[in-house]
Structures are given as structure tokens and as C-alpha cells.
């Protein structure tokens, strides 16, 4: 299950390749010879291709430094969360949707629900991947149980108890088996930076192209943050993905 960018080659102009890079998702299986694509796989197949944009965009010619390679977490979730955002704009999500037996596009209405479909709750989705890092970083500061840890965090995040048996932490892999261990809240503060980046651009040409060649071109080679800074003028802005969420 799931979806994944990998490269298949890198930029060398010794080896003559430019940057190549493959996305495999697993997605719904065609139906009397079409494939319909619920919303959740299109968000998908637009965070994957993000990720392929900052592999093929490279300038760099050294694989430790190039597309995603040498970039913090939180960089390398910058370009395919702000991918994301693509598939909500009005005419993109209708020029992609069509019903399947009269195929006209969604209406109006209806493209209304999805937008509030997707906000729903969104404040609560937020405080809890706030608990995730919260809980992250204080497990990795200290040498109390870590149950406990999470049980001082569900204090100031949580509205209702856990019950006794609940061992979820068991199964958090991002933490204990993905490689985000003392960095889970890298998922949050790239989906900040890419709701940024998202309205700061609003389709101008020029800061989109500030966006490639500060962002997507030159990778790990220098420092993100201070890159996305210059790119920006600025640090985030919080208010971005607040706006996004439906968070007013």
C-alpha cells in the first residue's frame, strides 16, 4: 500500500544523465476500461510528484547534495506538500473531475463539500500532530517512560483520556522505524512552509521561478532554511495554513 518517489538517475554531465526520477502509487484498478481516481490518490500522485520536481530540477552534480539528498525532513516534505495545494484550486480540481456516465464536471455545489470535507476538523488534526511532535521531542530529551511522556503531552492536547490499554506508541513507525525519530514535527512545519510558499506565490511567474532555482535546484547544497528565507523575504507566516485549513 501506499505511493513513493525514488530517483533512477542523477545530473552528470561526466556520465551524460540528467536527473530521472520514478512515482509508483498503488491506486483504484480500472473499470470497464476506465480508471477513476478517488481524491485522497490525486492528492497523493501530486505529493510524489513534488517530491520527483525537487530530484529532476537539480543543478547539482553530486548525488549527496542533490534533489532531495542532504536536505532536512522538513525541506524535503517543503516541495510535495506544497504540491498538494495544487489539487484544491477551483479550476484544476474541475478540469480533473467529470461524472462517470454524463462526464460533466463537478459542479459547484458539490466542489464546495469537498472543500469543507477536507477542512473539516482541521483544527483538531492540527493539535494532534502537534501532540505527535510535542511527544517526539520530549521522548528524545528525557529518560522517563515513555508513556508517560505522552500522558504529560495528552494533558495539554488531548480532550479525552486514553483508556489504560492504549499502546499506539507501539506502532508509531515514523518514530521508531522510518527515520523522523526526534524530527515527527517536521511534517507540520513543512505543511506551514508550503501554505506559505503556496500564497506567497498565488501563480506569479517570477517567485514561482524564485521557488526553483532557491528551492527545488539547489537541494542540500545550502542551507534550507536560510534558501527559503532568501526566497520568501521572510520566515513563514503562520496565518498561510490556518487560511488553507479553513482556520480563520
Not at 530540477?57 to 534533489?67: K, Q, R
Not at 513507525?173 to 515527527?184: K, M, R, S, T, V
Not at 536560510?226 to 526566497?231: A, G, L, R, T, V
Request: glycine content about 8%; some cysteine.
Amino acid at each position: 500500500a501506499g505511493a513513493w518517489m525514488d530517483d533512477y538517475a542523477g545530473l552528470s554531465s561526466r556520465a551524460s544523465t540528467i536527473p530521472t526520477a520514478f512515482v509508483v502509487g498503488n491506486f483504484n484498478k480500472a473499470v470497464e476500461g476506465e480508471t477513476y481516481y478517488e481524491i485522497d490518490e490525486v492528492v497523493t500522485l501530486f505529493h510524489e510528484f513534488g517530491h520527483a520536481l525537487h530530484h529532476i530540477m537539480t543543478v547539482c552534480e553530486y548525488p549527496s547534495v542533490a534533489g532531495i539528498s542532504g536536505v532536512p525532513w522538513d525541506g524535503v516534505e517543503l516541495p510535495s506538500q506544497y504540491m498538494e495545494n495544487y489539487v484544491y484550486e477551483k479550476s484544476i480540481f474541475k478540469s480533473m473531475t467529470e461524472h462517470r456516465n454524463t462526464k460533466e464536471s463537478i459542479p459547484d455545489s458539490l466542489y464546495k463539500k469537498v472543500i469543507e470535507s477536507k477542512n473539516f476538523q482541521s483544527g483538531m488534526g492540527l493539535v494532534r500532530q502537534c501532540s505527535f511532535s510535542l511527544w517526539d521531542m520530549e521522548t528524545h530529551m528525557t529518560s522517563d517512560d515513555t508513556y508517560d511522556v505522552l500522558a504529560k503531552i495528552d494533558e495539554k492536547t488531548s480532550l479525552m483520556d486514553k483508556v489504560p490499554e492504549n499502546r499506539f506508541l507501539n506502532s508509531f513507525l515514523h518514530i521508531f522505524a522510518g527515520g523522523y525519530d526526534a524530527g515527527y514535527y517536521s511534517y507540520k512545519w513543512a505543511e506551514v512552509m508550503s501554505a506559505d510558499a503556496y500564497s506567497y506565490i498565488n501563480g506569479d511567474k517570477q517567485k514561482s521561478d524564485d521557488f526553483r532555482s532557491m528551492i527545488l535546484e539547489v537541494g542540500g547544497s545550502l542551507d534550507f532554511f536560510d534558501q527559503y528565507k532568501k526566497f520568501r523575504g521572510q520566515e513563514p507566516d503562520l496565518k498561510a495554513v490556518l487560511k488553507l485549513n479553513g482556520i480563520n
